[in-house]
Every structure is written in structure tokens, then in C-alpha cells.
């Protein structure tokens, strides 16, 4: 008997049912061990070793394996084809090793593709040792994460306050959302005019052609620049006659996309479903490790953490055959198609993603799958088959007229296209992402029948102005498509670089669009200030290529790490001297745009608003960076830093005590104001002044009179209770609106009811809180806001308002919603990828199957630039040494 090691257990339960009873199938369970979260886990004084520490969840399934291995014949490590699957494979032998469970057992390395019968059991014919060059790559990746993590967080901690990691990829992802922000506010916007006429040939058909030359000169795109040039054009226009100079038709070949990679996946999905990085790569590895169809397990698609485009040649000849007779033998180009990646560093060896068998078609397997994973295989299979299918034969005609107003001239062109034969299009076509200009123009529109040397009647002379926009925010997709480009993180990072970026708050994601949050900008214009080389694009690509060069065996990877360090540590130590008015200075500089918005007057942005003399600038506090005053503390004006910094700006008066009246009972005055956190009412002055924050949903503009001084009077007796005799009162504090009674508390539904709920009421709901026991919930489960529909797994999915905000609820999982999200503009779509994230962060309870899966999947996909960046705070990192560090 064998045992055979693979990476999770949906995994091994397909497996070992194609392997039969020789075999015992054990799962890792991803990897087994770790760097520990502390320092000293990665050692240059001792030319880099490492410590490795198993979790106790891992110890026990080490320990079963273990148990098995000592019964066994032989250890088969079979875990996936890439860099991460063969560190899985070398920590789990080497703790093998050291458990002295192996003896003179035999050991070897499998890999394969695809999880289907065929593929699996070629890979037990052809085994091989573990690739000691792919694990010296891994290697170095995860110490340099590691060195990166540990030892520039702390600077950040250090020297900007609020911010809370940074990495190697992570830092450098960030840094593309932060200056795509800074185009677009620096973007001047200018003004241009495009012309066209509506034309008519002698057979009654209408069509329209665009104004490309005037007077002897061509006209550049966007080149008419204001109103009166147009008008004098148009005038031309409208007083002239028109004959068409020529036509030409001029046939050309459209040829298919390659097959997906991990990053054009990513990119289509996004585009095509709406899904997520995460999300996408959540259903694909559930489509890799295998479907039940017709009570059988089948993986559906290959390996989907790849750069390869190539797929494997009886692949290509299955596609062939199932093009043949999916679509008719026109369709199948006469010979197969090769194809070469175009991504910068582009290393793995294995096949693009593809199902594993053109024959299954999404119609044939739909009833087996859910909604999401029906949608993904359709993409990938529809991808896969187009790009071994004929080309589209498309003819481009294009029109060029001659407007004629007494000798003055101009030429005007109308183009068009038509699909001859429409080949791979039958299958697939690409879709552009939101921002993305199309390459045709106006070549997909239809012409009609026109001929050269024909006059042609002029109907309708149009001049529209337009102004040019800013570059657009990165999308998901358009991010990792930039990534790629340049080649930096890999396929199995860019799912997992982004959620560090979400969880660490320093971008949101509005609309499918990325938006940098005030301490996500903070920290890049840091992290550029004084460690430039580190947030380079090119330096970031080039080590991505030495880490590449090691897994081909052409570097030894100490040497790469002792390269880096040696000039790393270096700046580590530069940053000892840095003073915190350094760092303001830098951040005022690189930030101004954000900081110090321009003012509606005119005036200087810089200039203190309240006491007209002092100098804006940013300091640093111990929750993060907020705007203030040079001359505190004679003047207190404050304003938090938000990434919406326009109308903090432009409500600098707010800061300045707005009055509201008296309050009827003392006579103090009532103010509105704002300060470091936000906007708050205020009754009288100084020290002994009641100050209550506004409660979140309420504004400024909305706070008057009647409101402040009910906020003022907070907590507000309701009255006594029936049974205790003890006063019931209402308040807001740091978890909402509440109720308080004999030390106990009770949530209320909304900040409204504290002003508005009754004796009798009041009672009820500390009725509720107490019949539910110590640690119950208050009000139980709130009411659904709205229902969304049912689960593809049953049960309905509901959106709901809780006291962190509103989340969607399915059974046991509540996912809150992003930032900003409003809760009646949720979709389905939106809140089946928002519970899949959460199940898959979510310990396995009850119903643990599926969320368990959900969890390994996302654990799998972890790049080794988000683990590094998780430190724990009080793990103060040491640059190099223990005293070293005690000095910084």
C-alpha cells in the first residue's frame, strides 16, 4: 500500500477512487507550516536560515500521515504543478524526515493537470524527485516577503501612525491605484469639437461621415478646440456640395484570443460575470478538484494558476473534432494553433486553463453544476474552443467624400464593417472593460451601398462638443492585466494582493472600480519618499525575474537574498535618523492634491481657514494623519483626511463654530463643528462643555435646532421599569443606539427609536435581550431590509441592517457590505460573491462542508507577499539584531 499526499480532501476523495485500494489518499489540507508571525523567523546574520513552524490543526493531520507512511510501501507526493504545490511536497517530506516515519521507503513526486482518471494515472507512471530549484524559488520568495514584512512595517508603525503593513507585491499594487488617483486629479480637462455630416446617397439610403481634413490640412483627433473654430467649419459644411472621392473594401483576418491564463481569466470574468479575483478563483478550483457528474468525479477544467497559453496536442485535436462538429468543418482552421505568451517573465511550464474534455459542453453538464460554476466553465470552455477555430473574415470599407463650398474645401470619411464569415466569433469574442477605448471606432457600424465619384445630398451638419477625460480607475481585471504587463506578483498572488488591500482599508472597490483610501495614499507617498527603489515597477519586475532564474536552476537563491539585504537593510537604518517633521514635509509635498484641495475663492489652500494666519499641514496622531492648524493650540481647527476630500475642503467654514441657538434651560449656545473625528453639536464652551458626535447616517446639513439639543439630552430617561422599579434610559455609544437598564444593555433597531421608543416597547425589547441569556443578542436577528432570492445551495439570501452597518445574511453567514455600499443597491451577484468570501474566512461550523472547502481554496491561492504582511503588532520587528533594533 501507498500513500498518496495531495493538497485538499475533495481532492483526495476523487483521487483515490481512480486510484482503487492499493492507494491510501491523504490531504494536506494546503500547507503545513509556516514562518512564525514573529522575529527572528528568517536570520541574515546566518545567511538566511529559516524557521518553520506547523499549526496545531496541521500537526494533527501531519501525525496521521505520518501514521500512514509507517504502514505503508512507499510516499507518493502528488500535490499541484507549480511552486507552491512542490513547497508543499518538500515541507511535508521534510517533516517526515524528521518523525524518522520514512526509513529506506521510497518517495516520489507526481504531477498532473487535471483531475480526471486518464491524467492521474499517466502521472503514476512517470514520477519523478522533488524539483529542488522550484523549492529553492519559493524559497527566497517567501524570506523576501518575509524580510520586506517584517522589518518595513515597523517603520511605518514608527513614522506614520494608523498605517498597518506593507510588502513586496502589496506595496507595489497599491502604489499603481495611488497614482492612477494622482493622474486623474492632476488631469486638466480641455475642451474639443467634432463635426459630421448625415449624407444620403441617389438610392435613398442615409449614412454619416466625420470631418478629417479642412482646408488642405488633416485634422487631428480632438484637434478643433473651441466653439467659434467649429462653427466656421460647420458653416462650411452646411453651405457645401458633396461627391465620394472612393471607396475601398479591403478584407482582413480577426484571429482568436489564446486560451485562458490565470490573469486573463481573472480579467474576462470580471468583465463578462461581474466576479471578483477572489471569487473567480474560489470556482475555479472548485471546477479543478472535481464535479460529481452522474455520480462520478471529474475535474472540469485543468490547472488554474498558470502563464501558460499552450494547450497539451490531444487537447487541440479533441478541440478540433468538437469544432468540426459543434460548428461544421469551415469553422476548424487548416492547421492547429500555436500559441506563445506575450506576459513580461512568463515561467510556468504547464498548460493554459481548458476543460479537460471538449466534449462535455456547458449544456451537457448544467444540471450538475451551480449558477456561478455553470457561467465559469462556459467562459472557459467557449475560450478554449475558439482559439483553436478559423479566423473572422471581415471587410473594412472605407468612404472618402469631398465637401466643396466655392473652392473652399474639406474632406470628410465614413467607415464600416462587414463579417464575411464570422469563424471563432460563433463562439467567443472578447469584451472591453469599463474605460477601455475599442480599437474599431466606427468600424463596426454597416454602410450602405455607395460608389465612387457619386454625389451624395447633404442632410444634417452636426458639431458636438465634448471634453476630454481623465484615465479611468483600475478595475480588478484592469489592474492584474497592468501587473502582468509589467510583470510584477505572479498568477497564484493576484487574487490575494488585492484582498490585502481590502483588508488593510487602504482601497475600497466602488462600482467595480478600486479607489484608494486617504491611508492607502499615505502610506505609498511614504513608502516612495523614502524607500523609492522598493515601490519601483522595473526594480519589483526584476526580482520577479531572479526568482524566476533560481526556479530554472541559473541563480543560487542566498545570493539573491544576500543582494537584497544588504542594500534593504542599509535603507532600514537610514530611516533611525528620520524625524516625523521629515516625513510631514514629504507626505505635504507628494499629497497636495489631496491634502490641500483648491479652494472655490482662490484662495491659498494651505491657508487656515478659521484663524486666517496659520499654515495647514498634515499631522500624524495615534489613530492616523489628520489636517490642523500651524498655530495650535490658539486655533483647534482640525479635518480628518479622507480619500473624498473635496467636500471636506470646501466645508473648512464648518470647522468654525456654526451657531444653532440657545439651549432654552441654561442659555448656553448651541454649535455645530467639526473636528478630528467628524462632525459634532456642542453647548457651551471650554472644558465643562456637553459635546455629542453626530450618529452615523446623519449630516451636517441636516442638524438643526430641534436635533442638537435632543442629542444633547442623550441618554434620555423613557421611564421606570414595572418589575424592577429602575429607570430605563436610551443613548447612542460605540455600538449604536441602545437602551440601558440595571447595568444591562439592550440594542435598539435605529438611532431614531432612542428619541421616539415608549415605556412599553422599551420593555419588551429588554424582555427579548433577557430571554435569550448571558451573551445573547439583544434584538435577535433584524428584519430582512430585502430578499435578493435563494442560494444556488437553498435558502434565502437577505439584506439586512445591523449595528456595524447593513450585510447580507444566508443561514449561519452575514457578510458585511463595503464601504459606502448602499443596502437597496445589493445584487444577487454582488452578495453570492460577498457570502463565498466570507464562508471562506469563516471557521467550518454545522454546515461545514462547503464553507471548509471555500476556506482551503482561499488558503491555497495565499501569495506569500500577504502572509508576510501580516504582523503581529506587538512582534516589534528587528531589522538585524535584537540590540539593533532596541536602538530604532
Not at 449624407?199 to 478643433?224: M, N, Y
Not at 476556506?855 to 512582534?875: I, L, M, Y
Request: charged letters at 30%.
Amino acid at each position: 500500500m501507498n500513500v498518496v499526499v495531495v493538497e485538499s480532501p475533495a481532492k483526495a476523495k476523487t483521487i483515490n477512487k481512480y486510484l482503487g485500494p492499493g492507494y491510501t489518499v491523504l490531504a494536506s489540507f494546503g500547507h503545513i507550516r509556516d514562518l512564525p508571525a514573529k522575529d527572528g523567523s528568517v536570520r541574515p546574520d546566518e545567511d538566511f536560515e529559516m524557521s518553520w513552524e506547523v499549526d496545531s490543526a496541521s500537526a494533527k493531520r501531519m501525525k496521521d500521515i505520518a501514521d500512514a507512511v509507517k504502514a505503508s510501501d512507499g510516499l507518493i507526493l502528488a500535490t499541484d504543478p507549480d511552486r507552491e504545490g512542490e513547497a508543499i511536497s518538500w515541507h511535508v517530506l521534510d517533516v517526515l524526515k524528521k518523525k524518522k516515519v520514512l526509513g529506506d521507503k521510497p518517495v516520489q513526486r507526481v504531477v498532473f493537470n487535471a483531475i480526471t482518471k486518464s491524467a492521474v494515472l499517466d502521472a503514476m507512471r512517470n514520477p519523478r524527485d522533488i524539483d529542488t530549484a522550484l523549492v529553492d524559488a519559493y524559497l527566497a520568495r517567501r524570506a523576501l516577503d518575509y524580510l520586506v514584512g517584517f522589518n518595513l512595517s515597523p517603520v511605518l508603525w514608527r513614522k506614520l501612525p494608523g498605517a498597518r503593513s506593507a510588502g513586496r507585491v502589496q506595496s507595489v499594487s497599491l502604489r499603481l491605484v495611488c497614482d492612477r488617483e494622482s493622474e486623474i486629479e492632476r488631469f486638466v480637462s480641455e475642451e474639443y469639437w467634432n463635426l459630421s455630416a448625415l449624407l444620403k446617397t441617389p438610392r435613398g439610403d442615409e449614412f454619416e461621415a466625420r470631418l478629417v481634413s479642412a482646408e488642405g490640412q488633416r485634422l487631428q483627433p480632438k484637434a478643433i478646440g473651441n466653439g467659434e473654430e467649429a462653427n466656421r467649419l460647420k458653416t462650411l459644411l452646411e453651405g457645401a456640395s458633396y461627391r465620394v472621392e472612393s471607396v475601398e473594401a479591403k478584407p482582413t483576418r480577426r484571429n482568436p484570443s489564446p486560451p485562458f491564463t490565470t490573469s486573463t481569466l481573472q480579467q474576462a470574468a470580471s468583465s463578462k460575470l461581474g466576479f471578483s479575483a477572489s471569487r473567480t478563483m474560489q470556482v475555479a478550483q472548485k471546477l479543478y478538484e472535481g464535479i460529481d457528474i452522474g455520480g462520478e468525479t471529474v475535474g472540469l477544467i485543468t490547472y488554474m494558476r498558470t502563464d501558460g497559453v499552450q494547450m497539451a496536442p490531444e487537447a487541440i485535436d479533441e478541440a478540433r473534432r468538437a469544432v468540426a462538429e459543434q460548428f461544421g468543418e469551415r469553422y476548424v482552421p487548416e492547421k492547429p494553433r500555436i500559441y506563445s505568451t506575450k506576459a513580461k517573465n512568463a515561467q510556468e511550464a504547464h498548460e493554459a486553463i481548458r476543460p479537460t474534455s471538449f466534449d462535455r459542453t456547458p449544456d451537457q453538464v448544467k444540471r450538475f453544476l451551480d449558477p456561478d460554476q455553470l457561467r465559469l466553465y462556459d467562459l472557459v470552455w467557449k475560450r478554449g474552443i475558439a482559439s483553436q477555430m478559423a479566423s473572422a473574415e471581415i471587410e473594412r470599407t472605407t468612404v472618402e467624400i469631398e465637401a466643396d463650398n466655392g473652392g473652399n474645401k474639406a474632406g470628410l470619411r465614413a467607415t464600416g464593417s462587414v463579417i464575411r464569415f464570422d469563424g471563432f466569433i460563433a463562439a467567443y469574442t472578447d469584451q472591453k472593460e469599463d474605460g477601455e477605448q475599442s480599437d474599431d471606432g466606427d468600424d463596426d457600424r454597416r454602410l450602405p451601398e455607395i460608389n465612387a465619384k457619386e454625389a451624395v445630398a447633404k442632410q444634417k451638419v452636426n458639431a458636438t462638443q465634448h471634453f476630454t477625460e481623465p484615465p479611468p480607475r483600475y478595475s480588478e481585471a484592469s489592474l492584474i492585466k497592468k501587473m502582468e504587463e509589467l510583470g510584477i506578483g505572479r498568477p497564484s498572488t493576484y487574487a490575494a494582493t488585492l484582498a490585502t488591500l481590502r483588508d488593510r482599508e487602504y482601497i475600497t472597490i466602488d462600482k467595480r472600480k478600486l479607489i484608494p483610501e486617504a491611508k492607502g495614499r499615505l502610506v505609498t507617498a511614504f513608502l516612495e519618499s523614502f524607500f523609492t527603489r522598493y515601490v519601483e515597477y522595473d526594480f519589483t519586475a526584476d526580482l520577479e525575474e531572479k526568482l524566476d532564474k533560481i526556479s530554472a536552476g541559473d541563480l543560487d537563491w542566498k545570493q539573491v537574498l544576500r543582494d537584497f539585504w544588504k542594500d534593504f537593510f542599509a535603507q532600514i537604518e537610514d530611516t533611525k535618523e528620520l524625524r516625523v517633521t521629515n516625513v510631514l514635509d514629504a507626505l505635504n509635498e507628494e499629497l497636495a492634491p489631496l491634502v490641500f484641495p483648491k479652494r472655490e475663492d482662490g484662495g491659498d489652500p494651505r491657508m487656515c481657514q478659521v484663524c486666517g494666519t496659520g499654515k495647514l499641514s498634515l499631522k500624524l496622531g495615534k489613530f492616523g494623519a489628520f489636517v490642523g492648524c500651524s498655530n495650535y493650540p490658539d486655533c483647534n481647527y482640525t479635518r480628518q483626511l479622507s480619500a473624498d476630500n473635496g467636500s471636506d475642503a470646501d466645508a473648512a467654514v464648518s470647522n468654525e463654530p456654526q451657531s444653532l441657538g440657545k439651549d432654552p434651560h441654561t442659555g448656553e449656545e448651541i454649535t455645530l463643528r467639526s473636528g478630528r473625528f467628524g462632525p459634532y453639536v456642542q453647548r457651551g464652551d471650554g472644558k465643562e462643555a456637553k459635546r455629542a458626535s453626530l450618529p452615523k447616517g446623519w449630516t451636517p446639513a441636516s442638524i438643526d435646532h430641534e436635533k442638537a439639543l435632543a442629542l444633547l439630552s442623550l441618554p434620555r430617561d423613557i421611564g421606570q421599569h414595572p418589575e424592577t422599579g429602575k429607570m430605563i434610559s436610551a443613548g447612542i455609544g460605540r455600538y449604536g443606539p441602545f437602551l440601558l437598564h440595571d447595568g444591562g444593555y439592550a440594542n435598539l433597531e435605529t438611532v431614531e427609536d432612542v428619541f421616539s421608543i415608549g415605556l412599553n416597547r422599551a420593555v419588551t425589547v429588554i424582555a427579548d435581550k433577557a430571554s435569550k441569556g448571558p451573551g445573547g443578542r439583544s434584538r435577535g436577528t433584524p428584519a430582512a431590509l430585502k430578499t435578493l432570492g435563494d442560494h444556488p445551495e437553498g435558502g434565502p439570501i437577505t439584506v439586512r441592517d445591523g449595528k456595524y452597518g447593513p450585510y447580507v445574511n444566508w443561514g449561519k453567514v452575514n457578510a458585511t457590505l463595503p464601504k459606502g455600499k448602499a443596502a437597496d443597491s445589493v445584487t444577487m451577484e454582488e452578495a453570492l460573491v460577498l457570502i463565498a468570501e466570507k464562508a471562506s474566512k469563516t471557521p467550518a461550523k454545522g454546515k461545514a462542508p462547503a464553507k471548509a472547502k471555500a476556506a482551503k481554496t482561499t488558503k491555497a491561492a495565499k501569495s506569500d507577499d500577504a502572509k508576510a504582511a501580516k504582523p503581529k503588532a506587538k512582534a516589534a520587528a528587528k531589522p538585524k539584531t535584537a540590540s539593533k533594533a532596541k536602538k530604532a
